[in-house]
């Protein structure tokens, strides 16, 4: 198993940035592909990015992609959702998963093993 504490959220002005990031222990750190979901208040979860275990290859959400970017560092075993140009509509808890299954390409969140506790982020307009 892996365990993982999501921080970084916060409040932020539309148009700024944040750097979320995800403390990954347990087994080996590369065995996981890892991605970032969001929930917004009454809205189900929502996939957002993912990386696969080595970083080679990533994936968005449409409806992030050219302001975010998911890396990790697995020398510290360590994913990182940075994101730029934040809307209003961002505004979610965002919480970070990890798997083991052989893609990066689930969206859905049952599709995800391991998760985060979440951590909130807030886009005032």
């Known amino acids: 198993q892996v365990q993982l504490v999501d921080t970084g959220g916060g409040l932020v002005q539309a148009g700024g940035s944040l750097r979320l990031s995800c403390a990954a222990s347990?087994?080996?750190?590369?065995?996981?592909?890892m991605a970032w979901f969001r929930q917004a208040s009454g809205k189900e979860r929502e996939f957002v990015a993912a990386?696969?275990?080595?970083?080679?290859?990533?994936t968005y959400a449409d409806s992030v992609k050219g302001r975010f970017t998911i890396s990790r560092d697995n020398a510290k075993n360590a994913v990182y959702l940075q994101m730029n140009s934040l809307k209003p509509e961002d505004t979610a808890v965002y919480y970070c998963?990890?798997?083991?299954?052989?893609?990066?390409?689930?969206?859905?969140?049952?599709?995800?093993?391991?998760w985060g506790q979440g951590t909130r982020v807030t886009v005032s307009s």
């Open positions: 998963a990890a798997t083991i299954r052989p893609s990066i390409y689930y969206t859905a969140r049952n599709q995800w093993d391991y």
């Open positions: 347990g087994r080996t750190f590369t065995n996981y592909h």
């Open positions: 990386i696969t275990g080595s970083g080679g290859s990533t």
